[in-house]
């Protein structure tokens, strides 16, 4: 994701350290119910935009928005925690209840019943642990969405993935400077 501002990233710290997913999803809500936040964040009819808030205790925050008919492919978040909520529209996660390891495979043969889908508005949200991979979408043919994303700890990497049928492959895997 693109940061306009480069702060300096944290260290590494224990995964005990820094918010917890249910604290950045209580940041998360709160934020997506702040509505002149949410009216602050230009919408553009062609592509994603996005705003870095300050999350808490160190934390990685974002508000985004979503033009009908996008969305974000396939990724995981590089081992972070996180967390997400809706703020305006709609938006459909689809996931996989499984905790994938975060490196060390190209290719990956998904089970049966890992596939999990939620739609999300009006503050709804949901936190993930640092195993989740996901895609989020906008599926209106006509409304704009708008989110709010926060990371714990800062977002390290973030890898890429395609999907055919049960088949999951790594594709890329990008790097915070890639994202300016």
């Not at 249910?22 to 602050?40: I, N, P």
């Amino acid at each position: 994701m693109p940061d306009v501002h480069t702060p300096a990233r944290p260290p590494a710290l224990g995964k005990d350290s820094g918010p917890s997913a249910a604290e950045l999803l209580d940041f998360a809500r709160r934020a997506a119910t702040d509505r002149a936040l949410v009216a602050s964040l230009p919408l553009d009819p062609e592509g994603r935009t996005w705003l870095r808030l300050d999350g808490p205790g160190g934390s990685e925050a974002w508000l985004i928005g979503w033009p009908p008919g996008t969305g974000t492919g396939w990724h995981d978040h590089g081992g972070s925690r996180g967390a997400f909520a809706a703020a305006a529209g709609e938006l459909t996660e689809q996931s996989l209840a499984a905790a994938l390891p975060t490196e060390g495979w190209k290719t990956l043969e998904l089970a049966d019943d890992v596939d999990r889908e939620r739609r999300l508005r009006d503050g709804h949200g949901r936190a993930f642990g640092p195993h989740h991979v996901h895609q989020v979408l906008n599926l209106s043919a006509d409304t704009h969405a708008v989110s709010v994303h926060a990371y714990y700890p800062p977002l390290p990497l973030m890898r890429r993935y395609s999907r055919t049928g049960p088949v999951l492959r790594l594709e890329a895997v990008e790097q915070p400077e890639e994202w300016a």
